[in-house]
RNA sequence: GGAGGAUUAGCCUAAUUGGUAAGGCAGCGGUCUUGAAAACCGCCGGGACUGACGUCCCUUGCAGGUUCGAGUCCUGCAUCCUCCGCCA
């Protein structure tokens, strides 16, 4: 939620800011929410000044043995008083909020100009391709040929795009989590956590998923809880509505989750087999930094994502999203892509946003520079680091032999029992 | 799910029949000191207005209610503890 105080100042400078994204709000209307809001918060709060000395006037007589029946009629009239005004105060303060509320984030200055993907910039050019001298098939029809993914019965049990993985196939996909999380945790210096995979509203709106991504969203409607789209939200609200101390930062977390997505709307070609899904898992890291720092942490995240693709010997490059492209929540974002052989198409693997204090005052997540320092704002961000489903289509493509089979990259064998390849039904 | 108890600022602990949150520890700044400790002084939940000094409002788990006035009385909810029930 934006600085109030700040759109007061210059509503036109968040308005042009916005208007990068592509986005249009009635900025002054919440101006003139405030103005009355600020106007009866004033008046109750005089009156509420009032109230409290009458009352310890009364208290005073009272207890000097005298009679006070007219002082407390008197009192009793303020209190009224206070009820109506803050009645209204309370109006004008829901109104204001839930519209600033769909205020989307600022974008970052260095975030390129554009609206659409095409205007998206690559920030690092692919790395190193593999050369086939055969035929590559796509990783629906090599995974169910070889039994380690089952489409149709993940659609009976559950619906479509509920992918269910089989034996080695299974086993491929905790080993991308395991060695994933074991490098964030082990080789650097995150902190893991295992967190809930349903959140509430609060969660939600923190993080910047509610309003505008309801629909897309699973919701419990007997508990009024949603499953995660993604672990971000649990996990950067962990610290909703508290205030750190400096020196706890920076906060960094690990995770694994499953995440849930309805897509809604989204079917055909680029939804085939793994590549678009209802459910999937991913490693995510998430950062609490303060402001100065934000801009070289999320070099810092996109460096700890691109390594694990480094490992995994998989092609990939970086792109920048332009203004246009940015979440709602987001003021620049990096997305990490791996090459599908098969399709020749770039698949989305990670996305890498710093969304500044957009989130941070949405939950009213604080930090102290120093002890009687007003509390300020820190910068959160995010990174998938990194999802598996696209991983899975890369790996099942690339590292596809002349044979049909799938050996396993190098560094997954320790979490496969050391075996070389998958052969499945293939002799 | 049921019964009983608890929740006061980072931690610990007070507050008479309802009278407007007292204190300690930790922490931070200062005086003193070669340095440190001790001692002493100040700060030590959030917000509004103000150039500043300040003034005011809110805060006893959360949300309501009764009252001139609520940590205290009433209702609902949450969390924790104990017991019962259920359960992977």
């Not at 509920?162 to 395991?178: K, Q, S, W």
Request: proline share 4%; hydrophobic share 35%.
């Amino acid at each position: 939620m934006h600085d109030i105080r700040r759109i007061r100042k210059d509503p036109n400078e968040i308005k042009e800011s916005i208007a990068r994204k592509g986005f249009d709000a009635d900025i002054e209307e919440a101006v003139v929410i405030d103005d009355q809001w600020r106007n009866r918060i004033a008046q109750s709060e005089r009156l509420k000044s009032e109230l409290n000395k009458a009352s310890r006037d009364i208290g005073a007589v009272k207890k000097a043995g005298n009679d006070a029946a007219e002082e407390m009629k008197a009192a009793k009239n303020i209190r009224v008083q206070i009820a109506e005004i803050d009645e209204e105060a309370n109006i004008f303060k829901d109104k204001r909020n839930s519209l600033l509320l769909t205020i989307p984030a600022e974008p970052d200055e260095k975030a390129p100009e554009g609206l659409t993907e095409d205007q998206n910039v690559i920030y690092r050019e692919a790395t190193q391709f593999s050369k086939f001298d055969y035929k590559i098939i796509d990783h629906v029809t090599l995974a169910e040929e070889l039994g380690i993914l089952d489409m149709a019965r993940g659609s009976k049990i559950t619906g479509t795009a509920f992918p269910v993985y089989i034996g080695d196939g299974a086993t491929l996909e905790r080993a991308l989590i395991n060695f994933m999380l074991d490098e964030h945790v082990h080789n650097e210096d995150y902190k893991e956590v295992f967190i809930p995979f349903l959140v509430n509203r609060d969660s939600a709106l923190g993080t910047g998923q509610l309003p505008k991504l309801e629909d897309d969203m699973y919701y419990v409607g007997n508990d009024e809880l949603y499953l995660i789209p993604t672990s971000e939200v649990p996990i950067t609200n962990l610290h909703r509505n508290e205030i750190l101390n400096y020196k706890d930062l920076p906060i960094k977390y690990t995770a694994y989750s499953a995440c849930f997505r309805r897509e809604a709307g989204a079917y055909g070609a680029e939804t085939r087999g793994l590549l678009r899904i209802h459910q999937f898992n991913k490693v995510e890291l998430v950062q609490i930094v303060e402001p100065e720092s934000s801009e070289q942490t999320q070099l810092d995240i996109l460096s700890s994502a691109t390594r694990l693709l480094d490992m995994l010997e998989l092609p990939y490059r970086v792109v920048e999203l332009c203004c246009g492209e940015l979440s709602f929540a987001a003021a620049r974002c990096f997305d990490i892509e791996v090459w599908s052989p098969a399709t020749e198409n770039w698949l989305e693997c990670s996305s890498i946003s710093n969304f500044r204090d957009f989130q941070a005052r949405r939950m009213n997540l604080r930090y102290r520079e120093k002890v009687g320092n007003k509390p300020n704002y820190p910068h959160t961000l995010n990174g998938s680091a990194l999802a598996t489903s696209r991983l899975m289509v890369s790996i099942l493509e690339n590292y596809q032999t002349p044979e049909r089979r799938v050996r396993i990259p190098r560094v997954l064998k320790p979490y496969m029992n050391n075996l070389d390849q998958i052969r499945g039904n293939h002799p």
